[in-house]
Each structure stands twice: as C-alpha cells, then as structure tokens.
C-alpha cells in the first residue's frame, strides 16, 4: 500500500504526522507522486525546532485518523533521514537512498 485509501494529494497537506509511538513528528507538506503509477508514495514533513527544514517520509504503512497521519516510523528515524530538497523532483537514486534508510522495500521490488 502506497498511501492510506482513497487519500489524495489534497486530503494529505496540512495534516499532523504521528510516529510509531504517538509522538508529533510535524505537518504534511507537500505530496510526492511516483512517475510510473502517479500513485502518492512519499510526503514531505515540516521538522525543527522552527519547522524550517522538510523532511521526506514515506506512505507505505501510513493511516489517517482525523486531522491525523500516522507513519510507522520512529520521529528519530524522520528526522535523521537523507537531506534532499523538496523543491523539486525525486530523482531514482535519492529514493534508492530513502528507502535504505527508512529499510523499506521500494514498491514492485523483492
């Protein structure tokens, strides 16, 4: 599963991000599409101490409840991933690199 049922881009912005142990990662920033199936597949979170830097999380295990996006990750782990720019497109080797950190298996591979 790429993204909690019947989500959407719109539906996603704006939300509060939960980790795996309840705590408040941030705010669903931006939605990232993957190319091949424009299935959403990746979401920026707004992270630090001033909610300056963006940080990419995967969907894959993520669930809403109301206002709320719970991810299957630890805050630790969010906000120690790879820094890359959200301003732009995720390019194969940064989302290689993603995946490795969070230790997910891209979508279609074994």
Do not use: C
Not at 35 to 46: L, M, S
Request: no cysteine.
């Amino acid at each position: 599963m790429n993204a909690p049922q019947g989500e959407t881009q719109q539906n996603l912005t704006g939300l509060t991000v939960i980790d795996v142990q309840g705590a408040k990662v941030g705010t669903v920033q931006q939605v990232y599409r993957d190319d091949a199936t424009n299935i959403p597949e990746w979401i920026t979170v707004r992270t630090g101490l001033f909610g300056m830097k963006e940080t990419f999380v995967p969907l894959a295990g993520a669930r809403r409840a109301g206002g709320e996006l719970h991810v299957p990750y630890a805050k630790d782990a969010i906000k120690n991933a790879p820094r890359i720019d959200a301003n732009g497109h995720l390019d194969p080797s940064q989302e290689l690199e993603l995946y490795r950190h969070y230790g997910v298996t891209r979508p279609g591979e074994q």
